[in-house]
């Protein structure tokens, strides 16, 4: 006794074996990336879905397949067949999260999910209850099972083992992947079908009595798992939207915090320029580069004159506006390679790159004089305030930050002594 198949429920079979495939991807992909309870959600959630997935694509072939006489099938083996499709999804799914880097576990997570796709079919084959019994083509069984294995491992294979490449090759990999998964589950069902052989007398015990559940009962059921699984999905999807929002709101924090943190280690909290930790820093890339571009450097020591007498007649409030406004000047005098740098207090340091003369340095004294030199309005008060430099030259007067910034310092007191002389080099 022949049958014959409803091309519409097919397609919709493989459509459904497709997409119980993805899904079980997606949630293993998450398992293998999270820990705890969220763990557990996935592997319960994957294993759910597909199992229940598997199980829904099998009963839908059912129904694509239609004999001439009525059909039925017996309740508990259609629920065991269920029950052990979640059971051994799930199993599958916790192997394979510690997989990556074992191929003998590997291989058994595709050995469980190939004898799960396997033995739904042939015990929800069995819940129709034929008689004389289903006689079966023992190679076409031998080729069912060999299809599904196979086919589970080399979607898993290839779901896990190219995670490295990038975000649009894994999302093609993991769909290519469900489709070999999804083809494996149908061709595991067709060929399993193709095996069975019906004796031309035979009939359905169940579908002959009012025990077993008929196809409009059976279609009601694999609606619901169907739509349940489709909830899974949505559900997954919506939960992994927002753990990317949460992380993406976690890592912004945490580069604020890090970046607060870089600026309290490495900045001065009033003016905003590198302290002295990353003022060593500089000096020593500018040695580098020196070394490399046959080049010279100069380090300008810059201390304010006469800038107590600011803070004791107008408060610390405008005696801190104006080493801003100084930082600022100084900043619009020298190259945006350049540096400038607040050792505390009223001091300053200018390190200027790349020099090719040093008269390059003095000419950059000049202007940063002039500059100081200049009427600052800081709260209402027309200021005046002048400075003294000191100038060390690498490699002339140091090769090292501490040897060039005591030669800077001690030119920087000569020209305190010397008045109207305010860049001795």
Same mark, same amino acid.
């Given at each position: 006794?022949?049958?014959?198949?409803?091309?519409?429920?097919?397609?919709?079979?493989?459509?459904?074996?497709?997409?119980?495939?993805?899904?079980?991807?997606?949630?293993?992909?998450?398992?293998?990336?999270?820990? @705890?309870?969220?763990?557990?959600?996935?592997?319960?959630?994957?294993?759910?879905?597909?199992?229940?997935? $598997?199980?829904?694509? +099998?009963?839908?072939?059912?129904?694509?397949?239609?004999? %001439?006489?009525?059909?039925?099938? #017996?309740?508990?083996?259609?629920?065991?067949?269920?029950?052990?499709?979640?059971?051994?999804?799930?199993?599958?799914?916790?192997?394979?999260?510690?997989?990556?880097?074992?191929?003998?576990?590997?291989?058994?997570?595709?050995?469980?999910?190939? $004898?799960?796709?396997?033995?739904?079919?042939?015990?929800?084959?069995?819940?129709?209850?034929?008689?004389?019994?289903?006689?079966? =083509?023992?190679? &076409?069984?031998?080729?069912?099972?060999?299809?599904?294995?196979?086919?589970?491992?080399?979607?898993?294979?290839?779901?896990?083992? &190219?995670?490295?490449?990038?975000?649009?090759?894994?999302?093609? /990999?993991?769909?290519?992947?469900?489709?070999?998964?999804?083809?494996?589950?149908?061709?595991?069902?067709?060929? @399993?079908?193709?095996?069975?052989?019906?004796?031309?007398?035979?009939?359905?015990?169940?579908?002959?009595?009012?025990?077993?559940?008929?196809?409009?009962?059976?279609?009601?059921?694999?609606?619901?798992?169907?739509?349940?699984?489709?909830?899974?999905?949505?559900?997954?999807?919506?939960?992994?939207?927002?753990?990317?929002?949460?992380?993406?709101?976690?890592?912004?924090?945490?580069?604020?915090?890090?970046?607060?943190?870089?600026?309290?280690?490495?900045? =001065?909290? &009033?003016?905003?320029?590198?302290?002295?930790?990353?003022?060593?820093?500089?000096?020593?890339?500018?040695?580098?580069?020196?070394?490399?571009?046959? !080049?010279?450097?100069?380090?300008?020591?810059?201390?304010?004159? !006469?800038?107590? %007498?600011?803070? #004791?007649?107008?408060?610390? +409030?405008?005696?801190? @506006?104006? &080493? !801003?406004?100084?930082?600022?000047?100084?900043?619009?005098? $020298?190259?945006?390679?350049?540096?400038?740098?607040?050792?505390? @207090?009223?001091?300053?340091?200018?390190?200027?790159?790349?020099?090719?003369?040093?008269?390059?340095?003095?000419?950059?004294?000049?202007?940063?004089?002039?500059? $100081?030199?200049?009427?600052?309005?800081?709260?209402?008060?027309?200021?005046?305030?002048?400075?003294?430099?000191?100038?060390?030259?690498?490699?002339? =007067?140091?090769?090292?930050?501490? /040897?060039?910034?005591?030669?800077? =310092?001690?030119?920087?007191?000569?020209?305190?002594?010397?008045?109207?002389?305010?860049? %001795?080099?």
């Amino acid at each position: 006794m022949n049958g014959e198949y409803n091309l519409n429920l097919v397609i919709v079979s493989v459509l459904i074996a497709f997409a119980t495939s993805y899904t079980a991807l997606d949630m293993l992909t998450r398992m293998r990336n999270s820990t @705890g309870k969220v763990f557990w959600v996935c592997l319960f959630g994957g294993a759910l879905a597909m199992g229940c997935g $598997i199980w829904s694509m +099998h009963f839908v072939g059912m129904l694509a397949f239609s004999l %001439p006489v009525p059909l039925g099938y #017996d309740l508990p083996l259609t629920l065991l067949s269920l029950v052990i499709s979640i059971a051994i999804s799930g199993a599958a799914l916790w192997i394979m999260k510690f997989s990556m880097l074992n191929d003998s576990l590997t291989a058994v997570g595709a050995l469980f999910m190939g $004898i799960g796709i396997v033995s739904i079919h042939y015990i929800g084959l069995s819940a129709m209850q034929m008689s004389p019994p289903i006689v079966y =083509d023992s190679s &076409l069984v031998i080729l069912s099972i060999f299809t599904a294995i196979l086919a589970a491992s080399l979607a898993l294979y290839l779901a896990f083992r &190219l995670q490295n490449m990038n975000s649009r090759i894994i999302v093609i /990999t993991k769909l290519f992947s469900a489709a070999v998964l999804g083809g494996a589950i149908s061709g595991t069902h067709y060929i @399993g079908l193709a095996a069975a052989h019906f004796a031309p007398n035979s009939v359905s015990l169940v579908g002959a009595s009012s025990e077993g559940i008929g196809n409009l009962a059976l279609a009601s059921i694999v609606a619901l798992i169907t739509i349940l699984v489709l909830i899974i999905m949505l559900v997954a999807a919506a939960f992994d939207s927002y753990s990317a929002i949460v992380n993406a709101k976690l890592a912004t924090s945490l580069q604020t915090a890090n970046d607060e943190l870089q600026s309290i280690a490495f900045y =001065d909290n &009033l003016t905003g320029l590198p302290n002295r930790l990353l003022l060593e820093d500089r000096l020593n890339r500018a040695i580098y580069r020196a070394e490399r571009n046959c !080049k010279l450097f100069a380090c300008l020591l810059i201390d304010l004159d !006469k800038f107590k %007498p600011v803070n #004791d007649t107008f408060g610390h +409030h405008v005696g801190d @506006g104006l &080493l !801003k406004a100084v930082a600022h000047r100084m900043r619009d005098s $020298i190259r945006k390679d350049d540096t400038v740098a607040r050792l505390g @207090g009223d001091e300053f340091v200018v390190v200027l790159n790349d020099m090719e003369r040093e008269e390059y340095a003095g000419a950059i004294s000049e202007k940063i004089l002039d500059k $100081i030199k200049q009427i600052f309005h800081i709260e209402g008060h027309e200021l005046t305030i002048s400075c003294s430099i000191g100038i060390g030259i690498y490699p002339r =007067d140091g090769i090292t930050p501490k /040897t060039l910034l005591i030669h800077a =310092d001690k030119a920087m007191y000569q020209a305190k002594q010397k008045e109207g002389y305010k860049t %001795p080099t």
